[in-house]
């Protein structure tokens, strides 16, 4: 992902810390200027993102081929349940529909 357009750490420094100004100036209420907290809170959030994902494709690239097709079929298997009680629902409630349409049309 290019952040070119994104503050650089260095331009948002506090005076009080070595820290970057994004999540220090958020806390000691440094940054006045509500774009400049907007943006060092967006890029606070995209980094912790980026994090994220990091670490996903590490437990991924870990883990083994019989783990992730086991945890694959259980997700297909909850999704086929999530399925059928869904229909089930619909089921049942267009039967409550047609039921109340026969009272009200009695």
């Known amino acids: 992902m290019d952040d070119d357009s994104d503050f650089d750490d260095e ?3 506090s005076p009080h810390s070595s820290q970057s100004g994004s999540v220090v100036g958020i806390l000691d209420g440094t940054l006045d200027d509500p ?4 943006r060092a809170q967006h890029n606070a959030l995209e980094r912790r ?3 994220n ?3 996903m494709y590490i ?4 883990a083994s081929r019989a783990v992730i097709l086991r945890r694959a079929i259980e997700v297909i298997e909850e999704k086929q349940q999530q399925r059928a009680d869904l229909k089930a629902d619909c089921d049942r409630l267009r039967s409550e529909m047609a039921e109340l349409e026969r009272e009200v049309y009695a």
């Open 49 to 51: 993102r980026r994090d």
């Open 59 to 62: 437990s991924l690239k870990d």
């Open 11 to 13: 331009q948002l420094e």
């Open 35 to 38: 774009k400049r907290h907007a």
């Open 53 to 55: 994902i990091k670490d």
